[in-house]
């Protein structure tokens, strides 16, 4: 009995502290990579780097003059082959940074093919390479599955949020991502059904709902998506015709009358300094400035399909409206978020040539290998096979890229349909003046504040 009993002393208190780690690891993520995860993770690195290195095909022979030296002294240790030297290690709150500085003959793209073998070499989640700077990469660990529940810390969204900068998504290595509209003005964000491009759309006008943009949206399904936005919307069009119309204000009146300005603003001999001439809105003197324009469309293939001849002649309007606008509205201040099930050559002439306007890319799940190459193929070769192996599972969960060839793998948070639409009717009255886009201003049935009704305003805008 006594043995048993010093047996139950120390077999209970195990017990008790795996189960704990074990529920910290799924409940507490966080807390169990800092107190186990971190210092296991880290001691496994440290104890057979050198070992791993070589079993990835990240090491390289000694040079010529260290072999001969080492056989001239005896000491044959130095003809092993040599890993990239660490320079750096960083812990972080969900994984680990490592920078390396390569050998001679190595590049940044042999640790790249790498990074799959080494996330299963050192147990951690994921492993990003990124280049800083010539022979120097950093491996960027994740420790855990950051995109199993999704939440966007305040303080890093309060840090990232700006004009046209909306913060959507989690990155799986724990950072924010900023849908930037200054830096990549035109995206496209692509998806199976049910895979959370609705969700991704609600985030993004949510974000830019408080913002002083005008909001278009184009929702060619009667509204179902959009039309809860109403009250923040400069503009709605809910069939194909009524998006020609509106594309025709857009390009032909709003785009030009702020062109116009530009130019007028540039034009003033002797009035304007040389560091006020400008060739965008973006340096014009504030109390001129026009609001910027977000249009959304949530489902592209809606514009480009034609039955009859009547039909093919507004769609080559509409495409035609659709390329000009990508290519020249930032200049204008005016921007293009187009969502589709698949947007490639098969929707008809023009397709091709507006998909190569639109710079920020994001795939959710798709149903075809097709789909993501034509999303990713030309860009990030690499995120093709991650944008096909979303789980269905993972609403929410897509790859996001952009022509510079970066990308990464992102979750947007869940966001309830009542819950943006609330937040849309909270600022209605931030709906900037756009004359020419009244006729296309949805109305809304919005509760006044105790304030207007004071003031006698009506109850309904």
Known sequence: MSELASLLE????????????????????????????????????MHSYAEDMEACGLTVEPPLWKAMAARMGGDMRQLKPAPPRITRVTPTTTGLRVRLRLRPGQSPADVTE???????????HAVRVVELAPRTVELRLTGFDLLRRVHLPARQVAKVSGLLRVPVALCEDGSIYVRDFRKRPNGLTVGALGTGKSMYGRNLVVGLAPQPVALVGIDCKRGVEQ???????????????????????????????????ICAQNSISGRVDKE?????????????????????????????????KAEEARR?????LL?????????????IEVMGQRFSSELGKGATMLRAQLTNRIAHRVNDLGTAGMTFGEIAPQAVMSAVGIKADRPGTAVAGDTSGAWSRIRTPELKLADAAAACARYAHLVPELPALAPFRPITGIPATPEEIADGTPAVV
């Not at 107190?35 to 690195?45: E, F, K, N, S």
């Not at 790498?114 to 951690?124: C, G, I, K, N, T």
């Not at 006020?276 to 324009?293: C, G, K, Q, Y």
């Open 114 to 124: 790498a990074a799959e073998r080494l996330q299963h070499a050192w147990s951690v």
């Open 10 to 45: 120390v077999a209970g208190p195990l017990a008790a502290g795996g189960a704990g780690a074990a529920y910290a690891k799924v409940k507490v993520p966080r807390a169990h990579w800092a107190a186990i995860g971190l210092p296991v993770t880290l001691g496994r690195i």
């Open 276 to 308: 006020d001439i400008t060739s965008d809105i973006w340096s014009l003197p504030e109390e001129i400035r026009p609001a910027p324009v977000v249009m959304v469309i949530d489902e592209i293939a809606e514009l480009f399909l034609a039955g009859s």
């Open 227 to 261: 039309g809860p936005f109403a009250p923040r919307l400069s503009a709605l069009a809910t069939d194909p015709d009524t998006a020609l119309d509106l594309l025709r204000v857009l390009v032909g009146e709003v785009m030009e009358e702020r062109y116009d300005l």
């Open 323 to 335: 390329i000009r606008y990508a290519q020249l509205a930032r200049a204008a201040g005016m921007f």
């Open 316 to 320: 080559m309007e509409l495409v035609t």
